[in-house]
């Protein structure tokens, strides 16, 4: 009995996050069912699946931004999960204000006095290399640009998790490989990540482990090497050679 309570309790020391039978229906269909994942504290978990697999839905369904039809969502973490987290998404929004005033609200919007706003946002305009754009509207940055501000808008609150929906999808290699220094560096200082990807290369340079979807269930999860080189799964295994996979069992 104690060393069930022990495991359990070190169970929640290494997870920040756990998904119990999560799933979700709208419509009467359901969409997402039976997904039970432990999200590890400080690591980087990406989220892959064919389109229509239901990866941007359970990435939502983690953050809060929709409440679960069935199943459970639970924090690990100290802090009220809504503050301690913070989302990117594949085309991000930007504020009808300036660059900085953009970083700004975000810093207001956690309580920080103008002095520390104001420290905070020039910090995070260096990181994101925009420094000498902080008085441009926000809206007329290059899709690049903005991106970036959106990750550096999400890392400027110092969330203990980040959750990341194919932010570089339309980008370009150079934009790309910007926005995974940015997200490499906030990994570095202790944030987890977790990330939506469809792409096999930038699963393997920002990966620690994978969670792989199909047909709104979980196909199999585990470390990145393992599913991405030996998948066990039929599903997994033919969506990494480029085949198509109809079925829903695995």
């Not at 104001?118 to 008085?135: D, F, N, P, Y």
Request: net charge positive; with cysteine; aromatic share 4%.
């Amino acid at each position: 009995m104690r060393d069930t309570v022990m495991e359990s309790a070190q169970d929640c020391i290494a997870s920040i996050l756990t998904a119990r039978s999560l799933g979700f229906a709208a419509g009467g269909q359901v969409l997402l069912q039976g997904i039970d994942v432990d999200i590890a504290k400080g690591k980087r978990t990406l989220i892959m699946g064919a389109n229509g697999a239901g990866k941007s839905l359970f990435l939502r369904l983690l953050h809060g931004l929709l409440p679960p039809s069935f199943g459970t969502v639970r924090w690990h973490g100290e802090r009220p999960a809504k503050r301690a987290q913070a989302m990117v998404f594949q085309r991000p929004v930007m504020l009808r204000r300036s660059v900085i005033a953009n970083l700004r609200f975000a810093l207001r919007v956690q309580g920080l006095g103008w002095r520390a706003r104001e420290a905070g946002a020039r910090e995070a305009l260096e990181m994101a290399h925009l420094t000498e754009k902080a008085r441009q509207p926000a809206r007329l940055l290059s899709g690049g640009e903005q991106q970036r501000l959106a990750v550096a808008r999400a890392l400027v609150c110092d969330p203990e998790i980040l959750f990341l929906d194919e932010p570089t999808s339309s980008l370009d290699p150079a934009s790309t490989q910007m926005i995974e220094d940015l997200v490499n560096a906030a990994h570095a200082r202790g944030v987890t990540v977790v990330m939506v990807t469809h792409d096999q290369g930038q699963a393997r340079r920002m990966g620690d482990s994978v969670i792989f979807l199909h047909a709104g269930r979980l196909a199999e999860e585990g470390p990145r090497d393992q599913v991405l080189d030996a998948p066990r799964s039929e599903a997994a295994r033919a969506w990494m050679a480029g085949r198509l996979y109809t079925r829903n069992d695995f």
